[in-house]
């Protein structure tokens, strides 16, 4: 058989597609494989030819010189052969013939599978997985191109305004550079997400300016609040997160002169001292009173920090703030009081909200014992209720009234009663509202795990809990180890 050489294969036919994204026809694809056969026959003659030269040159001592230049051009052709049969290999990766219209899907499948934590803390802050589309985008020409026709991979605005500090010794100039990178790199998103809907992140970092540098900076965050407002009829969800003494008045304006008619969820970490000036606490209770709680499809809200009481904030204006909540995670102290978040003011939530379905409580303290209201809070569509950080007070499962409760997670551990029977509501709410009815009524109940000191409730109810047969939801209660799922 003639040994083809990488000289050979010069004049291939596919010569001009190699190092290229070229997609081959099926007849194309029978010429390669047929092609690469050869080729791989050919690479095992020369590797067998290679090893019959070097067992020759060990026996024969006549032109020693002759042998090794021979061996070394064996070599090399092999080496080309390889070469060829590698590139002419990749032209057959599947991917390469995904249509374009699949490729785009996976795109899409691939964005949404990076989905960010509400919490700012363990947001990704750089690197590659903070922008996954301009990822997608850099593998190759034809991805590229594909990437840029396709407006919904460039939805998802990802900002962060990183923190500086004159005492640290940050360079104001470095500052600089990354925020007028950030503003680039929005303006450049913008445009390609063209009228789609926007999933907007925006967090800013704690910034210290000397005087002589503060010009400038509120020059870049009005040049940021000018990409985004033209923006906000298209947003369906933002996260937000700054501590407002850092915030300037124009980043403010974001919430305060568009309309948000597309709005399905906001999550809001705002953080503030408790002590701090005026002027702090009225940029809280205008972003609590902000016309953005007022659109009518916003359904999911998350507050974490500090931030106007929900009840006072609806009183202060005419506009229809939050009435069209339905999913509620409030881990927020108000700037209204000087009590840590409780269980009366979660009451004063409850009753505020009554369209909500899915709620979750923050109890920054314990308060004394509550009079139970009559008559009590109705939460008609309440269906799920988290109530974490610290125990219930008593008086507050007597307070409400949940019809249609299918689920009670608790996230905490509680005190024996022995201890402090006033911070023990958790069993008077379950006996209230939740585990004996749940038990005996509902048939959606699956199972219940707690400890020892609630499992003495469920004696007088025996196994009730297995008398059910074809449950749909799943009931789980774990007080100790403060884990709770359904």
């Known amino acids: 058989m003639p040994t083809c050489f990488a000289d050979d294969l010069i004049d291939s036919p596919f010569s001009q597609y190699l190092n290229t994204n070229y997609a081959p026809s099926d007849a194309e694809v029978h010429s390669l494989k047929r092609l690469i056969e050869n080729l791989a026959a050919d690479a095992v003659t020369l590797t067998g030819q290679i090893d019959e030269a070097q067992r020759a040159s060990r026996t024969q001592m006549a032109r020693p010189g002759m042998a090794k230049l021979r061996l070394i051009l064996m070599r090399s052709r092999l080496a080309g052969n390889r070469q060829f049969i590698e590139e002419h290999t990749m032209l057959l990766a599947p991917i390469r013939r995904i249509p374009p219209d699949v490729l785009i899907l996976i795109f899409q499948t691939f964005l949404e599978s990076i989905e960010l934590p509400s919490f700012p803390d363990v947001w990704p802050k750089c690197g590659s997985i903070s922008r996954p589309s301009a990822v997608v985008s850099q593998v190759c020409a034809g991805w590229r191109s594909l990437a840029l026709q396709t407006p919904t991979l460039w939805t998802h605005l990802n900002i962060r305004i990183p923190s500086f500090s004159v005492r640290v010794g940050r360079s104001w100039m470095t500052w600089c550079r990354k925020v007028d990178a950030q503003l680039l790199r929005v303006n450049a998103w913008i445009n390609r997400a063209a009228l789609c809907p926007i999933d907007l992140s925006?967090?800013?970092?704690?910034?210290?300016?000397?005087?002589?540098?503060?010009?400038?900076?509120?020059?870049?965050?009005?040049?940021?609040?000018?990409?985004?407002l033209p923006t906000s009829r298209r947003w369906q969800s933002v996260h937000f997160a700054w501590q407002v003494q850092f915030v300037t008045e124009s980043v403010l304006k974001l919430f305060e002169e568009p309309q948000f008619p597309l709005l399905r969820k906001a999550s809001f970490f705002v953080s503030a001292e408790k002590n701090g000036s005026a002027t702090q606490h009225a940029r809280a209770r205008r972003l609590s009173?902000?016309?953005?709680?007022?659109?009518?499809?916003?359904?999911?809200?998350t507050l974490t920090g500090y931030w106007e009481n929900i009840a006072a904030a609806k009183a202060s204006t005419s506009s229809l703030l939050y009435k069209s909540i339905t999913h509620l995670s409030l881990d927020a102290d108000s700037l209204d009081s000087d009590l840590p978040f409780d269980c009366s003011q979660a009451l004063d939530v409850l009753k505020s909200l009554p369209n909500l379905i899915s709620a979750k409580f923050s109890l920054h303290d314990s308060c004394p014992p509550l009079r139970p209201l009559s008559p009590p809070v109705h939460c008609p569509h309440l269906t799920s209720m988290t109530l974490e950080s610290k125990p219930v007070?008593?008086?507050?499962?007597?307070?409400?009234y949940l019809p249609v409760l299918e689920s009670l997670h608790f996230g905490y551990a509680p005190f024996h009663q022995a201890e402090n029977p006033d911070l023990n509501g958790h069993e008077e709410l379950l006996l209230q509202q939740g585990l004996p009815r749940c038990l005996v009524t509902l048939s959606n109940l699956n199972y219940v795990r707690c400890p020892s000191e609630v499992s003495q409730m469920m004696n007088p109810i025996g196994s009730s809990s297995e008398s059910h047969s074809s449950p749909s939801v799943a009931f789980c209660l774990d007080l100790k180890n403060s884990s709770y799922a359904t």
Do not use: H, M, Q
């Open 202 to 228: 925006l967090r800013i970092g704690g910034v210290v300016f000397k005087a002589d540098n503060r010009e400038d900076a509120i020059k870049r965050y009005e040049d940021l609040v000018k990409l985004l």
């Open 289 to 301: 009173r902000s016309l953005l709680f007022a659109t009518p499809g916003l359904r999911d809200v």
């Open 393 to 400: 007070s008593k008086g507050f499962g007597p307070s409400i």
